[in-house]
C-alpha cells in the first residue's frame, strides 16, 4: 500500500472514530496541520522534478481534500447531534401552572431611585456615577475640607489601612458629593448632573444607618442663582409626592462646599403609624423630615474642579434617598431597609413591572398594598 493510502486509511478510521469536536480538532492538527502528514506530503511536491510532480500532485491534493471533507462531515454531525441534546434537555413544560405569588421584588431604595432619576431626566439632568470606595481628596480636599477641617470630623468616615499610589488616605465615601468634583473635571461647565447612589458612615438608629443613599445633585452655568436651586427642588418634590400641596421649609445651614447653605425639610401629617406628605409642617399633629442639604456652589470647589469661578456658578443639593421612600411609602425605621427579611421585601417591595414614567405617574403601589 502506498504512503498516500496508507493515510488516506488511517484518517478515514480515525475521523469515524472521533468523540467530540476537540478530538476533530486535534485529528486536523495532525493530518493537516503545519507539522501534519498530509502538509509534509505536500511540502515533498517543491522539491520534485516537473514530471514527477504532474504524476504525483493530484494523489496529494486528493488527499488533502478527502481528509479535509472528511473532518468537515464529522465536524457538522457532531455539532448537530450537540444541538439536538441540548434542546432535548431544555423543553419547557408550558403545562406547568404559573407561581400563585409573584417571587422577588424591587427594594424600594431602587424603585425610589428610579423614579428620583425619571423626574430629573425630565428636567434636563444626565446620571453621573463615582467610586464607593474613593480617596480623601475628591471626598474631603477638593470640597473645601483640608485635613484640619472640622467638618471631617462630623463625617463618621470609615478609613482603609492602605493609601492610593498618589499618598492619598483611602475611605468609603461618605456622601454623593465626591462625585460633583469628579463630573466637573470629566465634562467641565455648563453642566447638569445627578447622581445615586451608596454612602458610608459609621452611625446607626432608626432613621441613620451606616450604610445609606443619597442622590446628589450639579447645576454648573452662567447666572445660576439660589432661585433656581429653590425652584427646582420644589418641583421635583411636588412630582415626587404627585401633590402640588407640598410644604417645604429652607434652613439656614453650613456645609463647606456650599455659601450659602442650605437644609430643606418637608412637612408632613401624621395619620395613625403613617406619615402623609402635604398641608403645613407647623400646624399640630405636623412635624417636618430632613430630606438633604444644599446651596449655592462654594467658588473654592469650582476651583478645584479647574472651572473658571468668574465666569461660572451653581447649586448643588444632597438628598438621602432612604428617608424619601420612607416618607412616600409608609416605613418607620430605615434599619429594616437593609435586614433582607422576606417578609419586608414582600409587604414593601414593588413589581418589577411598576415602571415610573412620569406620564402615567412616578409613584407605584407597594406589593403589601396590593394584596
Ligand atoms: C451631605 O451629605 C451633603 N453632601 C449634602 C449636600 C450636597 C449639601 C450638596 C450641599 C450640597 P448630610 O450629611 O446632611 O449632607 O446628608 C444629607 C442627607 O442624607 C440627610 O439630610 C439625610 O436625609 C441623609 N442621611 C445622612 N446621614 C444618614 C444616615 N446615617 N442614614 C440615612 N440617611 C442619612
Redesign the pocket.
Known amino acids: 500500500m502506498s504512503e498516500i493510502q496508507q493515510i488516506a486509511q488511517d484518517a478515514q478510521t480515525r475521523i469515524a472514530a472521533a468523540q467530540d469536536l476537540a478530538g476533530v480538532e486535534a485529528l486536523r492538527v495532525e493530518f493537516l496541520g503545519k507539522q501534519g502528514s498530509v502538509s509534509a506530503l505536500l511540502k515533498t511536491l517543491g522539491k520534485m522534478s516537473p514530471e514527477e510532480r504532474q504524476e504525483k500532485a493530484p494523489a496529494i491534493q486528493s488527499l488533502r481534500q478527502q481528509v479535509a471533507d472528511g473532518l468537515a462531515q464529522k465536524k457538522a454531525a457532531l455539532e448537530e447531534a450537540e444541538l439536538d441534546a441540548r434542546l432535548a434537555n431544555e423543553t419547557l413544560d408550558l403545562t406547568l401552572p404559573a407561581p400563585s405569588a409573584l417571587r422577588g421584588s424591587v427594594h424600594p431604595v431602587s424603585q425610589v431611585m428610579d423614579e428620583v432619576a425619571e423626574i430629573f431626566a425630565d428636567l434636563g439632568f444626565a446620571v453621573a456615577t463615582g467610586p464607593e470606595i474613593e480617596n480623601d481628596w475628591h471626598n474631603f480636599t477638593a ?1 473645601n475640607m483640608d485635613e484640619s477641617h472640622p467638618a471631617r470630623a ?3 468616615t470609615f478609613y482603609f489601612p492602605d493609601e492610593d499610589s498618589q499618598g492619598r488616605k483611602m475611605l468609603l465615601r ?4 465626591p462625585v ?1 468634583i469628579r463630573a466637573m473635571q470629566a465634562q467641565g461647565a455648563p453642566i447638569r448632573i445627578i447622581a445615586p447612589g451608596r ?1 458610608y ?1 459609621s ?3 432608626a ?8 442622590i ?3 447645576v454648573v452655568d452662567e447666572g445660576t442663582h439660589l432661585g433656581h436651586l429653590k425652584w427646582t427642588l420644589e418641583t421635583f418634590f411636588k412630582a415626587f409626592f404627585e401633590r402640588e400641596d407640598i410644604t417645604l421649609r429652607l434652613r439656614p ?1 453650613y ?1 463647606p ?2 455659601e450659602p ?4 425639610d418637608v412637612g408632613y401629617a401624621n395619620e395613625g403609624d403613617r406619615r402623609v406628605v402635604g398641608g403645613h409642617g407647623d400646624a399640630d399633629g405636623h412635624d417636618w ?7 449655592v ?1 462654594n467658588r473654592r470647589v469650582l476651583e478645584s474642579a479647574g472651572l473658571d469661578a468668574d465666569k461660572y456658578q451653581g ?10 421612600a420612607m416618607l412616600k411609602y409608609g416605613m418607620n425605621d ?1 434599619r429594616a431597609f437593609f435586614d433582607g427579611d422576606g417578609r419586608w421585601l414582600s409587604h414593601y417591595g414593588f413589581s418589577h413591572l411598576d415602571q415610573p414614567t412620569l406620564s402615567a405617574g412616578v409613584g407605584a403601589q407597594n406589593l403589601g398594598g396590593k394584596s
Open positions: 470640597l462630623m463625617h463618621d461618605t456622601h454623593t458629593s460633583q454612602v458612615r452611625d446607626s438608629d432613621t441613620h444607618t451606616p450604610m445609606f443613599h443619597q446628589e445633585g450639579l445651614s456645609f462646599f456650599t447653605s442650605v437644609e430643606f423630615m430632613e430630606l438633604g442639604g444644599s446651596g456652589v447649586f448643588a443639593f444632597g438628598l438621602g434617598i432612604d428617608r424619601l430605615l
